[in-house]
């Protein structure tokens, strides 16, 4: 497996209308999201917008790793610490469970399945990706991993590996208009899933 690495964090990987009912933890009024790919895919783009369309609370990983300290040590090869996945799940536990939350971040494995009604897989073209990328200034060894991420569909098959079939939706984000789309389909799947629980 090809390591994905986001701005500043490591996360090693192991091996339509959304109409599929799940089962709700108890007592959610709102479903939990998990918007997850490569990075520059656009997740944070993504899941900050459908957080203020529909109310649902943005949970930047990445940020939330940054500003409470969850990581073990940095990875000088990789230029991005490297999170401590228990400090996080536990850090996460209570707001999960009260439901409501879009979650973003390029891994997707060690969250307990149980939190998810559903997970969009984002994917982008290498060419748009790479541009992405570059823009944000990651060196070229970091885009190549990136990239090769990307070609090999390491975090949809991370997310397949990780969830039940049905619940996993791969997306394309390539600009505008693809976001566009996602935006209004998603929204349709939550009004859908708050009208089925």
């Known amino acids: 497996s090809f390591p994905c690495v986001g701005p500043d964090f490591?996360?090693?990987?192991?091996?339509?209308?959304?109409?599929?009912?799940?089962?709700?933890?108890?007592?959610?009024?709102?479903?939990?999201?998990?918007?997850?790919?490569t990075p520059g895919t656009g997740k944070?783009?993504?899941?900050?917008?459908?957080?203020?369309?529909s109310g649902l609370v943005h949970v930047d990983v990445s940020e939330l790793v940054k500003t409470k300290g969850l990581f073990e040590a940095w990875d000088d090869a990789l230029e991005c610490y490297v999170i401590n996945e228990d400090l996080v799940c536990d850090e996460l536990e209570a707001t999960m469970t009260s439901g409501g939350v879009v979650v973003d971040y390029h891994g997707c494995d060690f969250f307990p399945e149980r939190w998810f009604d559903i997970v969009f897989v984002l994917r982008t073209d290498n060419t748009v990706l790479h541009d992405r990328l570059t823009a944000r200034g990651y060196s070229a060894k970091k885009i190549e991993k990136n990239i090769e991420c990307e070609i090999f569909q390491t975090l949809l098959d991370e997310a397949k590996d990780s969830y039940k079939t049905e619940v996993v939706h791969e997306l394309q984000s390539n600009g505008e208009q693809d976001m566009a789309v996602n935006l209004q389909?998603?929204?349709?799947?939550?009004?859908?899933?708050?009208g089925d629980n």
């Open 10 to 37: 490591r996360h090693d990987t192991r091996v339509s209308i959304y109409t599929k009912r799940r089962p709700k933890m108890a007592g959610r009024q709102a479903p939990n999201i998990l918007v997850t790919g």
């Open 44 to 53: 944070t783009t993504l899941a900050v917008e459908l957080s203020q369309r």
């Open 185 to 194: 389909n998603i929204q349709q799947w939550i009004s859908q899933w708050k």
